[in-house]
């Protein structure tokens, strides 16, 4: 059977080109990086070539762009940074974030040294700024963390994380995003966006899965997550994950030369499958805001709850078709997802999410709905 992949906000398929561009440092570079001869020189400079690659993709400097195992190691790491290192003792987030860093606010929230709060939600899923400013200034002297993601895995919608960032200019207070849904699908420009911290994700955008980055602004000095040896410039311990290091900036590389074709192409397809279902499916919705500040990539689907809808998920999974309900971080935990209940907790529908790749066609979108009439 002939599977259809609609499920690209989870992972994505490596590119061919990517493990061509891997596969010498699988083989026969295999030097260890800190090791002083010429195997492990060449194993360094692979991965210093990598950084300044990524760097000038997302106009950084080098020395701000650090390689980790990815998304949620990045944000562990800032948010504690923030706290332990830059005196954050105010924790502003969202009730829609990703568990990699709602857990870890969580976990830090002690209630007495560190505190904790939600900004509010438009019922669209939008962050309200006027609430968050008004968060920042009853904090006074009091310094504040906003962690905000800038993309929403599961309904996606896009932060206006310039407008985030100027509020936490103007009340000092540090500023992280999570942006593994946009790190590879849109031009991000770090000397421009007032951020401190950024995450990015390989897996994301046709690169390896266990790699990721962390930027931090060369204005903040912090302390390493992880300690043992030097690497990564003494901030994070640990022999570097060599060959995906140089997936993930291949990867990159690749993602922002072909990004005008392929972001319109992918946005074509979604456009697509919401005229398709809104035509053929009577009483569906869409979650978050679809038709406005939204990835090209994800189109989060609610249908009318039937006896036959209830079970959509895995029907369509024994139909060769593989799609979630919402984050793949919490399948096989079958509590629903978090960010749906957040802005549209209606128990009469079920949510699918569908997220596309270049990969995907209009065909395979024509079988999914024909597919779905069946089920719905």
Do not use: W
């Not at 996606?156 to 103007?170: H, W, Y």
């Not at 805001?289 to 189109?299: A, E, I, R, S």
Request: proline fraction near 3%.
């Amino acid at each position: 059977m002939e599977r259809i992949y609609f499920d690209n906000a989870a992972t994505t398929a490596l590119d061919s080109a990517v493990l061509d561009a891997m596969l010498p440092y699988m083989t026969t570079n295999f030097g260890n990086p800190s090791s002083i001869y010429s195997y492990g020189r060449e194993s360094r400079m692979a991965i210093e070539s990598s950084r300044k690659s990524v760097a000038k993709l997302l106009n950084a400097h080098p020395g701000e762009i650090f390689f980790t195992s990815g998304g949620t190691e990045s944000n562990n790491t800032a948010i504690l940074s923030a706290i332990r290192d830059l005196g954050c003792k105010h924790i502003i987030t969202s009730p829609i974030e990703h568990h990699a860093v709602l857990h870890t606010v969580e976990h830090y929230d002690c209630g007495d040294e560190v505190t904790s709060s939600h900004v509010k939600l438009f019922p669209t899923g939008h962050v309200d700024l006027e609430d968050l400013e008004e968060q920042l200034a009853a904090k006074g002297e009091t310094r504040c963390l906003v962690t905000l993601m800038h993309a929403n895995n599961e309904i996606g919608n896009i932060l206006d994380i310039d407008a985030v960032g100027n509020l936490c200019k103007k009340y000092n207070a540090i500023f992280h995003s999570d942006c593994v849904q946009t790190v590879g699908h849109y031009h991000l420009d770090l000397r421009k966006t007032p951020v401190h911290f950024i995450s990015g994700a390989g897996h994301k955008f046709h690169g390896p899965k266990g790699i990721g980055i962390l930027y931090i602004n060369d204005n903040i000095k912090i302390k390493p997550f992880i300690y043992g040896g030097g690497q990564e410039r003494n901030m994070r311990a640990g022999t570097e994950n060599l060959y995906g290091i140089v997936g993930f900036a291949k990867a990159l590389e690749l993602a922002m030369a072909n990004h005008d074709a392929d972001s319109q192409y992918i946005q074509s397809l979604k456009t697509y499958m919401k005229e398709q279902l809104t035509k053929h499916i009577k009483g569906v919705h869409f979650n978050g805001d679809q038709d406005g500040k939204c990835l090209y990539t994800v189109l989060s689907a609610a249908f009318p709850k039937t006896e036959k809808s209830e079970m959509i998920l895995f029907n369509l999974d024994m139909s060769g078709i593989c799609v979630s309900g919402g984050s793949a971080c919490s399948s096989g935990a079958d509590v629903g997802s978090h960010v749906i209940r957040a802005i549209n907790n209606n128990p009469n529908l079920v949510t699918v999410r569908f997220s596309f790749s270049k990969y995907n066609t209009k065909e395979e979108v024509d079988v999914v709905v024909a597919k779905l009439k069946e089920l719905v």
